[in-house]
């Protein structure tokens, strides 16, 4: 699935442009329309637990990362 430029996700967050693609989905940057930051949005395609596991882990260490910055 890709998410069409220009829409809104979860009614705050505006798709601006695909970054990059990969086998497991796409990161998207974003515009979080409520606080007016830019982000990024990834897509997981995969669905299994184990993708999922990862995909969590993965979004645990990048949010301990920006309390870094």
Known sequence: MTLPLNSILE???????KLGQGGFGAVY???DTRLNVTC???E????????????KREAEILA???DML
């Open 11 to 17: 009614k705050r967050y505006r798709i601006e442009t």
């Open 29 to 31: 940057q974003a515009t």
């Open 40 to 42: 990024a949005i990834k």
């Open 44 to 55: 997981n395609l995969r669905t299994s637990e184990d993708a999922a596991r990862q995909f």
């Open 64 to 66: 301990a990362c920006g």
